[in-house]
């Protein structure tokens, strides 16, 4: 292969990395700041919309990134674009593992809670983004694990058949997720910040040679995915119209698989 191909390709890899990360932190910025205008007040909490509706639009961005992955599951074209990411972030830049990406997948969300500690009240009590938190994580590995096991897809380093999608990068894109939403009235800056710290997990990964591109945009588009459902989730427990309702959340660990469930009481 020439100098000026390989150049070629370089840049190419390069962008469509960038377009990824690009993508997510737009993601962020633009949903908050249109969240962000709609709202009446951003200091009078009283008068904040807590009834989360879904939306198909809330939807887009993942189902993409989503599909994107699983695509290159079975095109050959996007194979082999996984594996042009790989010879330019690991292959021909050898370096050594960095394992911060073990912490920073759930940074966004030990800063809400470090923001209450602090005074800087978000969009929920503590006790109700706990409960939010925890339902996110549940959908999230609820989705991935199973994935894992249907799609038996060798890891970058051939360390074991389990790549697609990324668990860390999904669990860092829903706590991101998770801080954009309890913290949009105030600034749409603390979802941007936490949309970098989740495209920063997503790009480690791919550096310490863990997971393929396509691995990264699934594991974001699920993360996404999976708090917005949370939301949705936690306004029917919490806001329904039958006051004497109950709830009960509670944890599923079956073989080896991690997820939550939900007993109801009309």
């Keep these: 292969m020439t100098n000026s191909v390989m150049i070629k390709r370089r840049k190419q890899t390069f962008m469509l990395i960038l377009i990824l990360f690009h993508i997510n932190i737009g993601y962020s910025q633009n949903v908050s700041m249109n969240d962000s205008i709609s709202s009446t007040s951003i200091h009078d909490v009283s008068k904040i919309n807590y ?24 095109f050959d074209e996007l194979k082999d674009f996984n594996k042009e990411v790989k010879e330019e972030v690991y292959l021909e830049h050898p370096h050594g593992f960095l394992h911060v990406d073990d912490y920073t997948q759930y940074s966004p969300a030990v800063a809400v809670f470090g923001l209450q500690a602090l ?21 999230t590995t609820a989705v ?25 990068t999904a669990i860092s894109f829903a706590s991101a997720e998770f801080l954009r939403r309890e913290y949009k009235d105030i600034s ?54 039958k006051k004497t309702n109950t709830a009960t959340i509670y944890p599923i660990y079956n073989n080896s698989v991690l997820g939550v469930g939900l007993v109801k009481n009309f």
């Design 119 to 139: 005074g800087i009240k978000g969009k929920n009590s503590v006790k109700d983004e706990l409960i939010i938190y925890a339902l996110s994580v549940g959908i």
């Design 51 to 74: 009834n989360e509706k879904l939306s198909y639009k809330q939807f887009i961005i993942p189902s993409l990134l989503i599909g994107y992955g699983m695509f290159a599951l079975v």
């Design 188 to 241: 749409p800056w603390y979802g941007i910040a936490g949309y970098a710290v989740a495209s920063g997990t997503g790009f480690l990964r791919m550096y310490n040679n863990k997971h393929w591109f396509s691995d990264i945009a699934a594991g974001a588009g699920i993360g996404i995915a999976s708090t917005t459902m949370a939301y949705w989730l936690h306004d029917k427990i919490r806001w329904g119209k």
């Design 144 to 168: 991935v694990y199973p994935l894992k096991k249907i799609t038996k897809e060798w890891r970058p380093d051939h360390s074991a058949p389990n790549s697609f999608p990324s668990g860390h």
